[in-house]
């Protein structure tokens, strides 16, 4: 388990706890996805998984911004 401690912005932490607080059951599954929470983490906290640096597209992506 990480025990380092993260810290963001006011303004982004409550944006995420909201964004996290409006989540709702997929209307297929009855459950909230995985893949929502993740949506959410990096589209808002700018949060994302190690693994989406190994992505083709993500690697192209960050060449041209370059």
Do not use: K
Request: proline content about 8%.
């Amino acid at each position: 388990m990480n025990t380092t401690e993260t810290y963001l912005p006011n303004t982004t932490y409550n944006d995420l706890a909201e964004a996290l607080r409006m989540l709702r059951p997929d209307p297929t599954t009855g459950q909230i996805e995985r893949h929502q929470i993740a949506v959410i983490l990096g589209e808002i906290a700018n949060v994302w998984p190690a693994s989406v640096l190994d992505e083709p597209a993500r690697s192209v992506a960050m060449v041209n911004l370059s």
